[in-house]
C-alpha cells in the first residue's frame, strides 16, 4: 500500500510537473503568436504607410503634369493668337513693302546714272539760264528790266565756285518757276511811261518798254500810267484820266491804242485785279496771236517737263548724299 501510495504520489507529481509544463508551452506558444501578429500588424501599416506616401507622390506628380499641360495649352494658344495678330500685320504692311520696293529700285537707277548726271549738270544749268534770257528778250516786256536782272545774277551763281551745284540749280529753278507763274496770274501797278518821239516809248517802275505815242507829243516826255496784265495773253496801259490807253502788240513790238470801249474794259480789269469789283469777262484785244500763244504753251510744257527731270535728278543726288 505504502509502495503503490508513494507511487501515485509520484505520478500526480510527475502530472502537475507536466501539466505545468504544458502550461508554460502554451503560454510561450500564445506569446509567440501575439509577438507574430503584432510584427505581421506593425509591417502592414508601414507598408499601407508607404502606399499612402506612394500615391501621394503619384497624385502630385499628376497634378503637376496637369498644371504643365494647362500651361502648355494656355502658351499654345497665346502663339496662335499672336500668329493672327502677326499675319493681319504683314497682310498690311505688303501693299507698302511693294511700293518701297519699287521706290528702292527707282533710287538705285537714278544712283547708276548720277555720276553721268553731275557731269552734264553745269551744262544743263547753263542751257536752262540761257533759253530763261532768250524768254525774257522774246516775251512781252513787262518788267522788262527785273526780269533781265534776274537772269544776269543767275549768269553770275553759275559761274560762283562758292555755290554747290545742288544750290546752283535751285537758283535756276527758282527763277524759272518766276517765269512761268507770270503767265498765271493778273498784276496791275502805276508806273511812267516815256516817249521816244518815234512812235515808241519805255516804261518804268522795274520795267522797260516801247509804246506808240500821238504826234503831238515831245520826245523824252514822261506820263504815269496805269499797266494792267493778264497772264501772257495781254500786256494794256490806260492813263489815271481814262482818256487814253494801249494794248502791246508783239507782232508789231509796239502799243496800239485803245478805243473808248476798249479803255472803259482796262479800267474794268484794273479794278478787278486790285479787288475793287467783282471778276467778269473783258472784252479786249490779245497781245499775242493764237499761233504765238500756242507757241507759249509749248514753250512751258516744255520747260516745265526740264524742270521735273532735273528736279528727280536732284533728288536722287540728295537721296545719295544722305546715304
Given at each position: 500500500m505504502a509502495m503503490?501510495?508513494?507511487?501515485?504520489?509520484?505520478?500526480?507529481?510527475?502530472?502537475?510537473?507536466?501539466?505545468?509544463?504544458?502550461?508554460?508551452?502554451?503560454?510561450?506558444?500564445?506569446?509567440?503568436?501575439?509577438?507574430?501578429?503584432?510584427?505581421a500588424q506593425s509591417e502592414l501599416e508601414q507598408e499601407a504607410l508607404a502606399a499612402q506616401q506612394a500615391q501621394a507622390e503619384l497624385q502630385a506628380k499628376i497634378d503637376a503634369a496637369d498644371e504643365s499641360v494647362r500651361e502648355r495649352i494656355e502658351q499654345l494658344r497665346q502663339a496662335e493668337q499672336t500668329s493672327r495678330r502677326l499675319t493681319t500685320y504683314n497682310d498690311a504692311l505688303?501693299?507698302?513693302v511693294e511700293e518701297l520696293e519699287t521706290t528702292l529700285a527707282e533710287r538705285e537707277a537714278g544712283v547708276s546714272t548720277l555720276t553721268e548726271?553731275?557731269?552734264?549738270?553745269?551744262?544743263?544749268?547753263?542751257?536752262?539760264?540761257?533759253?530763261?534770257?532768250?524768254?525774257?528778250?522774246?516775251?512781252?516786256?513787262?518788267?522788262?528790266?527785273?526780269?533781265?536782272?534776274?537772269?544776269?545774277?543767275?549768269?553770275?551763281?553759275?559761274?560762283?565756285?562758292?555755290?554747290?551745284?545742288?544750290?546752283?540749280?535751285?537758283?535756276?529753278?527758282?527763277?524759272?518757276?518766276?517765269?512761268l507763274g507770270?503767265?498765271?496770274?493778273?498784276?496791275?501797278?502805276?508806273?511812267?511811261?516815256?516817249?521816244?518821239?518815234?512812235?515808241?516809248?519805255?516804261?518804268?517802275?522795274?520795267?522797260?518798254?516801247?509804246?506808240?505815242?500821238?504826234?503831238?507829243?515831245?520826245?523824252?516826255?514822261?506820263?504815269e500810267v496805269d499797266y494792267l496784265r493778264l497772264g501772257r495773253v495781254g500786256w494794256y496801259y490806260l492813263t489815271p484820266d481814262g482818256q487814253q490807253g494801249a494794248v502791246w502788240k508783239a507782232a508789231e513790238q509796239q502799243w496800239q491804242p485803245l478805243s473808248a470801249e476798249q479803255r472803259d474794259e482796262v479800267a474794268k480789269g484794273l479794278s478787278i485785279v486790285r479787288d475793287q469789283r467783282a471778276p467778269e469777262l473783258l472784252n479786249l484785244p490779245l497781245s499775242q496771236p493764237r499761233q504765238a500763244q500756242s507757241q507759249v504753251r509749248s514753250q512751258v510744257q516744255s520747260q516745265a517737263q526740264s524742270q521735273s527731270q532735273v528736279q528727280t535728278q536732284q533728288e536722287a543726288q540728295s537721296e545719295e548724299s544722305h546715304s
Open positions: 503503490y501510495r508513494g507511487y501515485r504520489v509520484g505520478t500526480a507529481g510527475a502530472v502537475s510537473a507536466l501539466t505545468r509544463s504544458a502550461s508554460a508551452v502554451g503560454v510561450f506558444a500564445v506569446g509567440l503568436t501575439l509577438s507574430t501578429s503584432a510584427l505688303a501693299p507698302q548726271t553731275r557731269e552734264a549738270l553745269p551744262g544743263l544749268l547753263a542751257d536752262m539760264t540761257e533759253r530763261l534770257g532768250r524768254w525774257v528778250e522774246q516775251d512781252i516786256p513787262f518788267l522788262k528790266e527785273e526780269r533781265l536782272s534776274r537772269v544776269a545774277a543767275l549768269e553770275s551763281q553759275l559761274s560762283s565756285a562758292r555755290l554747290s551745284n545742288s544750290e546752283k540749280l535751285e537758283h535756276v529753278l527758282g527763277a524759272w518757276r518766276v517765269e507770270y503767265g498765271r496770274e493778273l498784276d496791275a501797278w502805276r508806273g511812267t511811261l516815256t516817249e521816244t518821239g518815234s512812235g515808241t516809248g519805255t516804261s518804268s517802275e522795274t520795267e522797260t518798254s516801247s509804246g506808240e505815242v500821238s504826234d503831238a507829243e515831245q520826245a523824252g516826255a514822261t506820263r
